[in-house]
């Protein structure tokens, strides 16, 4: 008797945990989302284009950190800025741009400016990317990087459509999207990311976001252009120039934040709605009387 | 970028799922409306329907750059209901594939109407939100401002309901010929020309009135919406644009207004011959509006 209810608690234990164990291994990778270690305040880092020297530096450091093989480079054209585009093995690529200014009132440089800018996923603080992907794969730490699951992308290709700067995309050998991860483990670690600490000018700086953050404003307080204060509602890489940002190819985006930016476009495919939806009854209604007065007309006619 | 993501299956795919969202609303709509005068049209919508979402979706998973090497991946695609716009799709057309496949068995098992109408209710909001979503899914891309627009969803729906009207219409011969067998029905209504005409005349008085508010919706896209002249300008997607143009509204209209004088001409066969080709043409032009949005906005940005 004893026995027959040793096994048959031990089946209801085994169901039982049957049950339990996809609960237990969201819960898991849950656990892993929010490691047990305090993550602490916001990070972020400050890119300033002013002290930019060029030197690549911050490049090849995020290729070595990350174990990223080189790119099969080509001539860019009319521009040293090389690789010009990110890929799944290119996180960081550096902007080299001639700005003209001709009229020689500014620089005093013959009539050109030199400007560098290193760019890179700005771990955006409401990411589109995030946002659109399915899967759950991507997802924002709550102390700034935005990071990914190798294990639960699908390949759909929506988070690459999302990002304004075709940061992520897909890796064709590991199968998955791949991106600057802001270099979490070392942030984890006490560490700045890979690119910051090679930088040799201090053009790039990692602080805390509040600190950035008012660095940016201060900086626009002094006539210098910033990107990533309000773009998009806000990044936690923000960058500093005193040329515009479209001269590095960034657009100017909406301020509004993608939770925002979602609202209004489904507000306003609503709102058509209404309008496309009476239009095309009315018109139906409409062209089916006309066609019966017709019809009777020519019947009537007819007759 | 440096290549296209979503490429010319994706749009594909997009052509599928509005068309089978409008196919079933036509059909359905019809058998609800119309209290069966035109039932063989409902049941070649709601067939035409279930057989293109079904393949829309083959084309879809097959597009999944993962589904190759981890075929269950795709059951990641339900997880973040409703977070995200992706995530809600997935579940709206799973839920309009079942329906459409209940609403296709219902119509098979006859005398069941207050059951199949309930059914198609719910099929047609779900129709609808397919339609829509093909649209939407593109409209919610930040990257791509050339999407981001209310209109784009709404071109699409009535693109859907325009192609599925024409699959409808087209579905009753391509069945009657190759399958008398199984569609007895359709073999009678094909048979007896003034029934088929009679179709083609209720599908003209909804697919004209469909032509003009796309055309209208088209523009209004075109003039809201930022970069939309490359479609225009001469770049190499022009072509295909001008062929939309063409296809799927000017050749349609100019086909049905001579159908129509041909008609009180009393020459029927050269009008069925005409509503065919336009049919063709009318999915050839909705497959081309998928396929310049999609490639269109990724070719600027």
Same mark, same amino acid.
């Given at each position: ?6 096994? @048959? ?34 990070? !972020?880092?400050?890119?300033?284009? /002013? ?5 690549? *530096? ?8 990350? @174990? ?7 001539? $860019?054209? *009319? ?7 990110? $890929? ?12 003209? =200014? ?19 996923? @700005?771990?955006?603080?409401?990411? *589109? ?32 459509? !999302? ?21 979490? =483990? ?17 053009a790039l700086q990692f602080m805390t976001l509040e600190e950035a953050q008012k660095v940016a404003r201060e900086a626009e307080t002094e006539g210098l252009h910033t990107y990533g204060l309000s773009e998009v509602g806000g990044t936690s890489w923000i960058y500093i120039s005193d040329v515009p940002f479209s001269e590095f190819g960034l657009e100017d985006y909406e301020a509004t934040t993608q939770k925002g930016f979602e609202t209004g476009m489904l507000t306003r495919f609503a709102g058509i709605g209404l309008f496309v939806g009476g239009a095309l009854i009315a018109a139906v209604k409409l062209y089916a009387e006309r066609r019966e007065t017709l019809a009777k007309e020519d019947a009537e006619g007819g007759s | 970028m440096s290549e296209l993501t979503w490429g010319p299956i994706l749009a594909g795919y997009l052509f599928l799922g509005g ?111 397919? !339609? ?27 693109? *859907? ?105 009393? /020459? ?34």
């Amino acid at each position: 008797m004893t026995e027959k209810m040793s096994r @048959k608690d031990f089946l209801k234990a085994a169901s039982a945990s049957l049950l339990v164990a996809p609960l237990a291994m969201e819960g898991l990778t849950k656990g892993q989302r929010s490691p047990v270690q305090q993550l602490g305040k916001q990070k !972020a880092v400050i890119v300033d284009s /002013r002290r930019c020297i060029g030197c690549k *530096g911050c490049q090849v450091a995020c290729k070595a950190w990350n @174990k990223l093989p080189a790119e099969q480079t080509k001539v $860019s054209g *009319g521009e040293y800025t090389n690789p010009t585009y990110f $890929s799944p093995i290119t996180w960081k690529i550096v902007h080299f741009k001639e700005i003209g =200014d001709y009229d020689n009132t500014q620089s005093g440089t013959g009539g050109l400016k030199w400007r560098m800018l290193a760019d890179n996923c @700005k771990h955006c603080l409401e990411p *589109g990317c995030v946002s659109v992907c399915p899967s759950g794969s991507l997802w924002k730490r709550s102390d700034g990087p935005v990071l990914y699951d190798l294990d639960r992308c699908i390949g759909c290709g929506y988070c690459e459509m !999302a990002c304004p700067w075709g940061i992520p995309n897909f890796d064709e050998e590991i199968h998955s999207i791949r991106k600057c991860t802001m270099c979490f =483990d070392r942030i984890d670690q006490g560490l700045e990311p890979a690119c910051v600490a090679t930088c040799p000018t201090d053009a790039l700086q990692f602080m805390t976001l509040e600190e950035a953050q008012k660095v940016a404003r201060e900086a626009e307080t002094e006539g210098l252009h910033t990107y990533g204060l309000s773009e998009v509602g806000g990044t936690s890489w923000i960058y500093i120039s005193d040329v515009p940002f479209s001269e590095f190819g960034l657009e100017d985006y909406e301020a509004t934040t993608q939770k925002g930016f979602e609202t209004g476009m489904l507000t306003r495919f609503a709102g058509i709605g209404l309008f496309v939806g009476g239009a095309l009854i009315a018109a139906v209604k409409l062209y089916a009387e006309r066609r019966e007065t017709l019809a009777k007309e020519d019947a009537e006619g007819g007759s | 970028m440096s290549e296209l993501t979503w490429g010319p299956i994706l749009a594909g795919y997009l052509f599928l799922g509005g068309l089978a969202g409008g196919a079933y609303m036509v059909g359905a709509l019809t058998d609800l409306f119309k209290k069966e005068k035109y039932a063989v049209l409902s049941k070649s919508g709601i067939l035409a329907s279930f057989v293109s979402i079904v393949l829309g979706l083959v084309l879809l998973v097959f597009d999944l750059k993962r589904f190759k090497e981890v075929p269950l991946v795709i059951l990641n695609a339900y997880r973040r209901f409703p977070g995200s716009i992706m995530t809600v799709g997935t579940w709206i057309i799973t839920g309009f594939t079942l329906v459409s496949l209940v609403t296709v068995v219902l119509w098979y098992l006859d005398g069941h109407g207050l059951v199949r109408k309930i059914v198609e209710v719910i099929g047609v909001i779900l129709g609808l939100a397919t !339609a829509a979503y093909t649209g939407i899914l593109l409209s919610f891309a930040r990257g791509v401002p050339f999407w981001n627009s209310g209109f784009l969803p709404w071109l699409f729906v009535l693109s *859907g309901l325009l192609t599925g009207l024409a699959i409808s219409v087209l579905l009753i011969p391509i069945a009657a010929v190759f399958m008398p067998k199984a569609f007895g029905d359709f073999k009678s209504t094909w048979n007896a020309t003034s029934e088929y005409l009679e179709l083609v005349g209720y599908s003209d008085d909804l697919g004209i009135p469909m032509i003009f508010i796309e055309t209208a919706v088209m523009l209004l896209y075109l003039v809201t919406t930022p970069s939309t002249g490359i479609l225009w300008s001469g770049s190499g997607i022009s072509l295909y644009f001008y062929a939309y143009l063409l296809l799927a509204l000017l050749m349609p209209l100019a086909l049905t207004y001579y159908n129509q004088k041909l008609t009180t001409a009393g /020459r029927h066969k050269m009008v069925i011959y005409l509503t065919l080709l336009t049919t063709v043409l009318v999915l050839v032009g909705g497959f081309l509006l998928r396929y310049v949005v999609l490639i269109g906005g990724q070719l600027i940005y």
